[in-house]
Nanobody, 125 residues
Framework: VQLQASGGGLVQAGDSLRLSCAASGRTVSSDVMGWFRQAPGKEREFVAASGWSGIDTSYADSVKGRFTISRDNAKNTVFLQMNSLKPEDTAVYYC???????????????????WGQGTLVTVSS
């Protein structure tokens, strides 16, 4: 599976961005799809994840109420709608896919099998 993340950019605090992650190679319709981010000098951290149906979702506390993960299985694509962006959201955002995760594992990096290349989000104050 190849994952291609896009949609990053430079925005101001309070703005919105929508990230996309397009999968190729095979369908990811039965995979858990996740978003992680890595700020300079920090560990890669969990942001959000969605089960195959889009109903089971999980979010990091820092983004709850501001970010929404969704997916279009017909297009083999997952999205991350980011609203009310803050400077602390600045990071490279990575999408990931895994097909053997329990809900309690959605936030665990090492449970994902495939990773995209990342897209940079910069939020200025």
């Amino acid at each position: 599976v190849q994952l291609q993340a896009s949609g990053g950019g430079l925005v101001q605090a309070g703005d919105s961005l929508r990230l996309s992650c397009a999968a190729s190679g095979r369908t990811v319709s039965s995979d858990v799809m996740g978003w992680f981010r890595q700020a300079p000098g920090k560990e890669r951290e969990f942001v959000a994840a969605s089960g195959w149906s889009g109903i089971d979702t999980s979010y990091a506390d820092s983004v709850k109420g501001r970010f929404t993960i969704s997916r279009d299985n017909a297009k083999n694509t997952v999205f991350l709608q980011m609203n009310s962006l803050k400077p602390e959201d600045t990071a490279v955002y990575y999408c990931a896919a895994g097909n053997r995760l329990y809900y309690r594992e959605y936030g665990l990096r090492n449970r994902y099998d495939y990773w995209g290349q990342g897209t940079l989000v910069t939020v200025s104050s």
